[in-house]
């Protein structure tokens, strides 16, 4: 079960308490999920469809709570598709109690205006109060969110079909402190997003998916541990791989010294650690330093090597290819 599915699964089981949460919740599923049907008889219907069980069981409930409706729940086995069945909960046509008709239920859910013409953003009264807000966006969550795993990427999605409801979207959900949704078109749908991680917690926490936050949260604990674990990990291993290679250089410098002119040619200072160097080839510089007589600090380590490098090089220089001196080099001793 993917991350998204385990949240709404969660999300399904709550039952907002207050009819005004109700309403809004049902508003917000039937306005991402719900597709307005035309009998040839002409008569008005509306279907709400959910790849979700607990989902389509939630849309049945509340419609019943709300309206004392009854709907009809079908399941659509689809074949080719992911294969996964569609919950289409039906609001036929002797859905509504006579005394309402059909108009002031599709406008008392937010589907159309005061005027009578289709409402292209959010019906303000739905989500005037606070708890409304939280349900309404439960129910967007509910019926077309997603939030993908905290082990992947950060992002939490709800996919709309017109830019003026996403445009609403994300005004409701900025209204709430430290969230900041933005807008994205991908093809014909308008996808409302957060992507940083606090504001997915701070999302979930806001719609009720509380085990999903903690999960999520675990997770990104682990993970970011796992990072700062790498990261250190990489770091000594960097280090210790400059260490390795400056001591199989200087290693080689002292070598040629010793092969050419001798180690005992060299200065008091730079025997002592040239010795050393060659006895301790893994240890650091630091190191090097510390077991110095007296210790010696490691910038005056790396000050001695460079001054046996600038040695080992000028011997370089003077050499043929078959390893003759061709010119006398500075007295070793100098250095
Ligand atoms: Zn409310």
Request: aromatic share 6%.
């Amino acid at each position: 079960m993917t991350f998204s599915t385990q949240t709404k699964d969660e999300l399904a089981h709550i039952f907002p308490h207050k009819k005004c949460c109700q309403l809004a919740e049902l508003s917000a599923l039937i306005r991402l999920d719900g597709t307005i049907t035309i009998s040839p008889q002409h008569k008005v219907g509306l279907n709400v469809t959910t790849e979700n069980a607990a989902v389509a069981r939630k849309i049945f409930r509340l419609a019943k709570q709300v309206y004392n409706m009854d709907t009809e729940v079908r399941v659509l086995r689809r074949m080719r598709l992911r294969k996964k069945n569609l919950y289409c909960v039906r609001f036929n046509q002797q859905f509504l109690p006579q005394e309402t008709n059909k108009h002031e239920f599709f406008k008392e859910i937010g589907l159309l205006g005061e005027d009578g013409a289709v409402l292209p953003g959010i019906k303000k009264s739905l989500v005037k109060k606070q708890c409304c807000k939280r349900s309404y966006l439960r129910g967007v969550f509910l019926g077309a969110g997603s939030v993908n795993s905290p082990e992947s990427n950060y992002h939490l999605e709800i996919i709309t079909n017109s830019s003026e409801f996403a445009q609403a979207l994300t005004n409701l959900i900025n209204e709430f402190d430290g969230l900041n949704a933005k807008i994205s078109v991908r093809k014909k749908w308008n996808i409302v997003y957060l992507k940083e991680s606090e504001q997915i917690v701070f999302f979930l926490n806001i719609i009720g998916a509380h085990q999903a936050l903690l999960n999520f949260e675990n997770i990104r604990i682990v993970k970011g541990m796992r990072n700062q674990v790498n990261r250190l990990v990489n770091c000594e291993t960097a280090n210790l791989n400059k260490t390795v290679n400056a001591s199989i250089k200087q290693v080689e410098n002292i070598k040629l010294i010793e092969n050419t002119i001798g180690i005992d040619k060299l200065s008091p200072r730079l025997q002592e650690i040239a010795i050393l160097r060659l006895n301790n080839p893994d240890v650091s510089l630091k190191e090097l330093g510390e077991m110095m007589m007296p210790a010696i600090s490691k910038s005056g380590v790396n000050h001695r090597m460079r001054k046996i490098e600038d040695l080992a090089e000028e011997l370089r220089n003077s050499m043929n290819l078959k390893g003759k001196r061709l010119k006398k080099i500075k007295k070793p001793e100098n250095y």
